[in-house]
């Protein structure tokens, strides 16, 4: 499994970007794809998370209502919608895939495939 991500930049609080995920050579048994973000020093957090099949999404609490996961199947697409920009959103922003279950792909532990991360700077 493959994931890249782009869309990451620098913006003004209250600002948006659209973060996207490329996922290719997804395995049988790949149930989901969470986007997770680090700050150096801090965990990485997850922020959202949809499953594959079914669509079901899950975000953080510090995320909902501001940050909108969506994917494109027909073009292997995964996207994080972040509005409403903070200073403390200001991370690396990673994709991952995994064969967990539900809100367990909000958990990093838990993912197999990791992309490269894009960063989000908020000033």
């Known amino acids: 499994v493959q994931l890249v991500e782009s869309g990451g930049g620098s913006v003004q609080a209250g600002g948006s970007l659209r973060l996207s995920c490329e996922v290719s050579g997804i395995t049988e048994g790949t149930n989901c794809i969470g986007w997770f973000r680090q700050d150096p020093g801090k965990e990485r957090e997850g922020v959202a998370a949809i499953m594959i099949l079914g669509a079901t999404t899950y975000y953080a609490d510090s995320v909902k209502g501001r940050f909108t996961i969506s994917q494109d199947n027909a073009k292997n697409m995964v996207y994080l919608q972040v509005n409403s920009l903070k200073a403390e959103d200001t991370a690396m922003y990673y994709c991952?895939?995994?064969?967990?279950?539900?809100?367990?792909?909000?958990?990093?532990?838990?993912?197999?495939?990791w992309g490269q991360g894009t960063q989000v700077t908020v000033s």
């Open positions: 991952a895939a995994g064969r967990n279950a539900g809100a367990q792909c909000m958990t990093a532990a838990g993912m197999s495939y």
